[in-house]
């Protein structure tokens, strides 16, 4: 799936993180970081990327606890996959390659990661795209029964441990199955999908997901506070798109509540479930060129 996208790996406190990178370094546009989502890869941008690098370029990396970066023991709180740690390692990535300024793309979690990259890094994000989340903290002050039933992952990978590790270790390709079966799948690429599972097994990689879970629920939530009571809000131009047919888009108003969360918002529901870069890539390459263009 990476014929012109060369592999690369960055350290940053210890922790070894992958990433890819392909297309022009001279473009004069900024250079477009890709991140991806539970319980995906970088493997989920394989329909998007190739034709993003055509004219700018581009950078998708695996999240610390995903793919093929590392699974760092989470620590107490599960500090070492809050957010803003994620965020440090998006910028460190970045600056090794030479980007002080870019731009992003991100999907599920990796939005999540995005959110606060853009609220701690301001300097460093020129616009950001965000795929089929609402802020973390307006989605747990808004859960319903409807959110809680449709989300489980959200509440089941919290739990104290060792017991949604020990659940998922008993047969983590049946987790994984199970977890993306129930909101579609018949659109995945099979080489993604053999990315994913052998992703997933991965030694280490159940406590890296619920670590990333806890961290949402517990320290990302504090920050998010912080933030809302310092007055702090995103300023780069953010675009949101969320899938019509997903539960983002039934169970709560994403522009509505990105508006209440950031400067210069724009967004849309799109004909789509929950994975939208692998559903409808070209409404994704059509909503990014336009976006992301709007900078030059």
């Not at 959200?154 to 949604?164: D, G, N, R, T």
Request: aromatic share 10%; hydrophobic share 45%; with cysteine.
């Amino acid at each position: 799936m990476w014929t012109d996208f060369q592999p690369l790996t960055v350290q940053r406190d210890g922790v070894t993180l992958f990433a890819r990178q392909g297309g022009p370094s001279d473009s004069g546009r900024p250079p477009l970081l890709l991140l991806h989502g539970h319980p995906q890869t970088m493997a989920m941008w394989h329909r998007v990327a190739p034709t993003l690098a055509k004219t700018r370029r581009v950078v998708l990396m695996d999240l610390r606890g995903y793919g093929d970066s590392d699974r760092p023991p989470a620590g107490e709180g599960s500090a070492a996959y809050a957010k803003r740690e994620m965020a440090k390692d998006a910028v460190a990535l970045m600056q090794s390659l030479g980007h002080e300024r870019f731009a992003v793309l991100a999907h599920d979690r990796g939005a999540r990661v995005a959110h606060r990259l853009a609220l701690d890094h301001p300097q460093a994000v020129t616009r950001l795209m965000l795929l089929d989340i609402a802020p973390t903290l307006a989605m747990y002050e808004g859960t319903t029964e409807a959110f809680a039933r449709a989300y489980w992952h959200w509440f089941f990978l919290i739990q104290p441990a060792p017991l949604p590790e020990r659940l998922i270790e008993a047969d983590p390709i049946a987790y994984l199955r199970d977890g993306m079966g129930r909101r579609g799948g018949h659109f995945f690429d099979k080489r993604a999908w053999a990315e994913y599972e052998r992703c997933f097994v991965r030694p280490g990689t159940a406590a890296a997901v619920c670590a990333d879970y806890r961290a949402s629920a517990g320290i990302d939530l504090e920050h998010d506070r912080a933030d809302r009571a310092a007055g702090r809000r995103v300023s780069s131009p953010l675009r949101v798109l969320w899938g019509a047919n997903g539960v983002v888009g039934r169970c709560f108003d994403p522009l509505a509540l990105w508006q209440a969360a950031a400067e210069h918002v724009s967004g849309r529901a799109v004909d789509s479930g929950h994975y939208i870069a692998e559903e409808v890539p070209e409404v994704v390459l059509g909503e990014a060129q336009a976006f992301f263009n709007e900078e030059q």
